[in-house]
């Protein structure tokens, strides 16, 4: 690198989200953790009035604000944004890091300069997600979705269940977020096996086996957590023959992608009683429409995408994984977070 001091643009919105709101008052406190970037970096903030991704999109003010914001941009960190403009708008682009952990938005990466690096969050959702299987899994254990239900029904549904401990949970994807839902398994008494490409061993996972041997695996498992990255080869991979190969009372949990289940398939399982239960934060089409069987399905608790960012300190994570990652920047290293330009995660 240079001796210049690097130009890093942060691209965020006037309506963001608590949560994603990236502001000067919170670069700073992370300058505060990394002071060893306060000589070595420009941080501009462009503050569009709303996000790329949202309807209505960016008015042409916006566009405007953008292409200035990025102009002599080393670095950007930023969401969504216009892909046909980052080759001629921001011609010294070098690295962009995204809030998010999917990055499914952004492909096919064609628009990515060939000398600039695409990273993720991978890695911020861990703290957040550890508590949200926790408590999915033990609401699954003790029937609790199926005990709103009669409650909603105004039903005494007496009936007894056993502890958790003991019991055997399959992690589909072993990286960050699976890791975290192995950790709070363990933590609960559970056996994990994580279904994964890698199965190189890793810390709370009992088990690593192939994704090869997905339908095998199921079969093994009291409870099954997806936190797969969202892909061609894993667009609705928990079908009719996942949910066939699954245990008779299985309980399931989703906070990666709605669409690597099959909806279809998850509501008859829901139906047959083949699923004694199912705890999703994610889902195919979000928000979720009004007409949509998922609201009415039996023993089924929902939550609208939000049980894996953490509102307070999200922000706080992803700028520790940006600094992290701009000392691996700075000193020519590899970067960690890298997203393969073919695979898309």
């Known amino acids: 690198m240079t001796d210049r001091k690097l130009n890093i643009t942060v691209l965020t919105a006037e309506d963001s989200l608590k949560v994603f709101r990236m ?7 992370a300058l505060d953790r990394f002071p060893e970037f306060k000589d070595k970096v420009d941080i501009s903030i462009t503050r569009t009035s709303t996000s790329f991704e949202n ?48 990055v499914e938005h952004l492909l096919p990466l064609d628009w990515l300069p060939e000398d600039a690096v695409l990273t993720n969050n991978r890695g911020a959702h861990a703290p957040k997600s550890y508590e949200y299987v926790m408590m999915a899994l033990l609401m699954l254990a003790n029937h ?57 061993p890793r810390e709370n996972f009992d088990e690593l086996v192939h994704v090869s041997s997905l339908r095998e695996t199921l079969g093994r498992a009291d409870y099954v957590v997806v936190t797969l990255p969202s892909t061609d080869e894993t667009y609705r991979m928990i079908d009719r023959g996942a949910f066939s190969a ?30 004694s239960g199912a705890v999703l934060d994610v889902f195919e089409q979000e928000p979720l429409p009004a007409d949509s ?15 894996c960012d953490d509102e307070e300190n999200y922000i ?15 000193n020519g290293e590899k970067l960690e977070n890298v997203v393969d330009r073919i695979k898309g995660y």
């Open 23 to 29: 502001t000067q008052e919170r670069i700073d406190a």
């Open 55 to 102: 309807t209505p999109s960016w008015n042409a003010e916006d566009y405007v604000k953008f292409r200035k914001g990025v102009a002599d941009a080393d670095v950007m960190i930023g969401y969504m944004f216009p892909l046909e403009e980052v080759k001629t708008a921001a011609p010294h682009l070098k690295w962009i890091h995204i809030i998010g952990a999917g």
């Open 144 to 200: 609790m979705p199926r005990l709103m239900r009669a409650q909603q029904a105004h039903f005494w549904d007496a009936h007894f269940v056993s502890i958790i401990r003991g019991s055997t949970v399959a992690v589909l994807g072993a990286g960050h977020q699976g890791s975290a839902a192995a950790k709070a398994a363990k933590a609960l008494g559970l056996r994990t096996i994580g279904v994964d490409i890698d199965t190189s």
């Open 246 to 275: 699954m245990k008779e009372g299985c309980g399931f949990v989703n906070i990666s992608r709605g669409r690597i289940v099959d909806g279809d398939a998850l509501m008859e399982n829901l139906r047959n009683g083949r699923l």
């Open 293 to 307: 069987p998922l609201w009415d399905a039996p023993n089924l608790v929902m939550s609208p995408h939000m049980g």
């Open 316 to 330: 706080d994570r992803t700028f520790d994984i940006f600094f992290s990652n701009l000392r691996r920047f700075i």
